[in-house]
T-cell receptor, first 115, second 116 residues
Framework: DSGVTQTPKHLITATGQRVTLRCSPR?????VYWYQQSLDQGLQFLIQ???????AKGNILERFSAQQFPDLHSELNLSSLELGDSALYFC??????????????FGPGTRLTVL | AQKVTQAQTEISVVEKEDVTLDCVYE???????LFWYKQPPSGELVFLIR??????QNEISGRYSWNFQKSTSSFNFTITASQVVDSAVYFC?????????????FGQGTTLQVKP
């Protein structure tokens, strides 16, 4: 158990809908990262936050948004869902400043299925 | 651009065999970090090791060992005397870049099946 929690574990929804994925980092970690794992794209970095501020952005779609709250938990919002958004979404956290030196510890993931 | 290549898509071995998972990376950065993660059938990603670009010493942890060779841009992972519990997908990853963020670039993963 990495100490990173993600809810829900599974999510099934329909095209066009909006969902929110939640992540609580390890105790004391200020940096949070979101990744998407799909069969065709593999593991892709989406976005990174450090202490509430966006630190880096990857190939995140405009339909997706995220934020990190003052209590350090983070939410990833996915809207106007398409079939291709079906994937495993991971949250990770690290104890550093979110720099290249950090080791990221991953949560169990949220499996999103869009029907 | 940064890139990680794990050329072996799937490897199947019999228990107690040694197995090496290959990882080749591309980067123009002088400071970078390399990682290995394990994804067992349950789906979570488990951190195994981190290596920085200035430390080419090989590392051993129990049955696991890692060989980092900057000259060939490789960071290979060997499991000695494999066990059924080692069956998983293994990912090599790279962080680095002038932006100094923690963004990880993952390889496509190698699925290891260890048969009893």
């Amino acid at each position: 158990d990495s100490g990173v929690t993600q809810t829900p574990k599974h999510l099934i929804t329909a095209t066009g809908q909006r969902v929110t994925l939640r992540c609580s980092p390890r105790s004391g970690d200020l940096s949070v990262y979101w990744y998407q794992q799909s069969l065709d794209q593999g593991l892709q970095f989406l976005i990174q936050y450090y202490n509430g501020e966006e630190r880096a952005k990857g190939n995140i779609l405009e339909r997706f948004s995220a934020q990190q709250f003052p209590d350090l938990h983070s939410e990833l919002n996915l809207s106007s869902l398409e079939l291709g958004d079906s994937a495993l979404y991971f949250c990770a956290s690290s104890s550093g400043t979110g720099a290249v030196t950090d080791t990221q510890y991953f949560g169990p993931g949220t499996r999103l299925t869009v029907l | 651009a940064q890139k990680v290549t794990q050329a072996q898509t799937e490897i199947s071995v019999v228990e107690k065999e040694d197995v090496t998972l290959d990882c080749v990376y591309e980067t123009r950065d002088t400071t970078y970090y390399l990682f290995w993660y394990k994804q067992p059938p349950s789906g979570e990603l488990v951190f195994l090791i981190r290596r920085n670009s200035f430390d080419e010493q090989n590392e051993i942890s129990g049955r696991y060992s890692w060989n980092f060779q900057k000259s060939t841009s490789s960071f290979n992972f060997t499991i000695t005397a494999s066990q059924v519990v080692d069956s998983a997908v293994y990912f090599c990853a790279l962080s680095g870049g002038s932006s100094n963020t923690g963004k990880l670039i993952f390889g496509q993963g190698t699925t290891l099946q260890v048969k009893p």
